[in-house]
């Protein structure tokens, strides 16, 4: 978001006067002069052209790239709409409807017909390729016609009929994909993801990994994970966590929480059947696959309807198994999935059956700081509005601990132990009425 415009982000009228006027505006596109409004029968100059205003975000005034829908339907270029959300905006800016949830969707399609509409018209969109050249988000170009050259034939090579020419294709992919974003920019362009998402389901187990792991790779690049996911690679990701070799599921993890950084993409890898299998990984898996698999449970379980579906899957037991581990290498994940976890009522159920509470407590007294932080909010969770489990933690001992939290802890410790604190006191007075 350009600074200048930032002042108008809180103040809806200033911002909405601001829009209204805006659209009055000349846009220019490649030297030209652009009238948003007018259809192309309506240009008769031969070398004016008309951006159809479906193409333009009603906050910017500029050419979509990344357009998403919001709750009342309306399109917005992300970047544009999730500054407006940051700023504590819960209205849509073009409707002034309040928007009943925050998630933003892809409007694939509309991305696709810009992405015609500029190939048709020699318009080059904000970042891509064109005529051999690559430009970057900062206005600037760079010649990368032989890298194109290259990676088209790399592509073709990934539907060779020879195993091994097509698996040190993927090899290569594999390679270039890590080590720049021109790289994933240039290999998506080229048409490599669909193909890839094919080589998930060989029988071929190091050319699997090669394609997950390029996958991975170009995620990284934020306009591939919606490629991703209109490739539909969800499902197979899913099998190679099932039955991939280790280092195959480890990678296959980290693809599921690279793309779930997108709420939209949250339900859709929730609904995929991918949780229980990340919750063996947890289980069952190396250290790196357990940490992968820890970090995708933890994006996907902030998504509500996801919570649910990994406490059905056992991760409560998983959890409370990492959190009393002798050699404690992954208490801070555990805690942190717990946290989230907390909030949602078959969670709490199962926090607490499985004795969670008794080692919670301990972790008051005997955790690093982060840890007692995180101990105190999830405690905190379960005792709210639940005057069995403040009995509990009560009986357990944890005044002392909580005394000392709220004396010394970190600020957030601090306000979550001298919030326990409370409610402990507000139950014994009930008990001595």
Not at 65 to 71: E, K, S
Not at 244 to 271: H, P, Q, V, Y
Not at 412 to 430: D, G, M, N, V
């Amino acid at each position: 978001m350009v600074q200048s415009r930032r002042s108008t982000w809180n103040d809806q009228g200033a911002f909405l006067y601001h829009l209204e006027s805006a659209s009055q505006t000349m846009l220019t596109l490649k030297g030209k002069r652009i009238q948003p409004g007018k259809s192309m029968d309506e240009i008769k100059q031969p070398d004016a052209l008309a951006i159809p205003v479906d193409f333009l975000c009603p906050i910017s005034l500029e050419l979509m790239r990344d357009p998403v829908i919001v709750a009342t339907g309306q399109t917005y270029e992300r970047s544009y709409i999730q500054r407006w959300i940051d700023c504590g905006n819960v209205t849509c800016p073009k409707t002034q409807q309040k928007l009943q949830h925050l998630m933003l969707t892809p409007n694939y399609v509309l991305r696709s017909l810009i992405t015609q509409w500029c190939t048709n018209h020699n318009i080059e969109q904000p970042t891509g390729v064109a005529n051999g050249k690559l430009r970057k988000s900062d206005g600037s170009f760079r010649d990368v016609s032989g890298d194109v050259a290259a990676i088209e034939a790399l592509v073709r090579k990934l539907s060779s009929r020879s195993v091994e020419e097509c698996r040190a294709a993927v090899a290569e992919i594999r390679s270039l994909s890590k080590r720049s974003t021109d790289n994933r920019i240039l290999i998506a362009e080229a048409g490599a993801i669909p193909i890839l998402v094919n080589l998930l389901t060989t029988d071929d187990a190091v050319m699997q990994e090669h394609a997950v792991t390029s996958i991975l790779n170009l995620s990284i690049y934020e306009n591939n994970k919606g490629l991703i996911m209109l490739a539909g690679a969800i499902p197979s990701i899913v099998q190679i966590l099932r039955a991939g070799s280790m280092e195959a599921r480890e990678n296959a993890a980290a693809t599921l929480f690279s793309l779930s950084l997108l709420d939209e993409n949250k339900i859709i890898i929730g609904a995929s059947g991918a949780i229980p299998t990340l919750v063996d990984l947890l289980q069952n898996g190396s250290m790196r696959g357990k940490k992968d698999a820890a970090t995708a449970l933890f994006n996907l379980c902030i998504y509500l309807g996801n919570k649910g579906r990994a406490v059905r899957a056992g991760i409560i037991s998983a959890l409370l198994q990492m959190l009393t581990d002798s050699r404690n290498c992954m208490v801070d994940e555990a805690l942190t999935i717990l946290s989230v976890l907390a909030s949602n009522q078959e969670a709490k159920v199962a926090i607490v059956k499985a004795s969670t509470i008794p080692v919670l407590i301990d972790l008051l007294r005997t955790g690093l700081p982060r840890n007692k932080e995180n101990a105190a909010a999830i405690l905190l969770s379960l005792c709210k509005r639940d005057s069995e489990n403040l009995a509990c933690i009560s009986r357990l001992g944890a005044l002392i601990p909580l005394t000392e939290l709220a004396k010394s802890g970190t600020e957030r410790a601090k306000r979550k132990a001298t919030s326990l604190l409370e409610h402990l006191r507000k139950l014994q007075q009930l008990q001595q009425e």
